[in-house]
């Protein structure tokens, strides 16, 4: 079993910055691929970002692009997602996910995930 909490999330306005942490407990961290995932009202879950267990490999949606960076901390156990220059529709509960680093389907697949955070609420005002 691996329980992840997910926190760092908010209220903030356009164009600012929140960091977003996810510290993972119950096994070894390095051996478990990481992603973040975000579901908006209304609409379905979202892939964010991934990152691979050394941290070498990245992965983002094209949204985030250029404004959004995934890292992770192996001796601290945490994922971070460091948001930039947030818009309006980057309003979510983001989701803290990870899967076994053997897996070799896509990183952007939510059901390759089998660990979940309960999330975090960040929200944009424009």
């Known amino acids: 079993q691996v329980q992840l909490v997910e926190s760092g999330g908010g209220l903030v306005q356009a164009g600012g910055s929140l960091r977003l942490s996810c510290e993972a407990s119950g096994r070894t961290f390095s051996n478990y691929y990481m992603a973040w995932f975000r579901q908006a009202p209304g609409k379905e879950r979202e892939f964010v970002a991934a990152?691979?267990?050394?941290?070498?490999?990245?992965g983002y949606v094209d949204s985030v692009k250029g404004r959004f960076t995934i890292s992770r901390d192996n001796a601290k156990n945490t994922v971070y997602l460091q948001m930039n220059s947030l818009k309006p529709e980057d309003t979510a509960v983001y989701y803290c996910a990870s899967r076994p680093r053997s897996s070799s389907l896509s990183y952007a697949l939510d059901y390759t995930y089998n660990y979940w955070g309960q999330g975090t609420q960040v929200t944009v005002s424009s």
């Open positions: 990152i691979s267990w050394s941290g070498g490999n990245t």
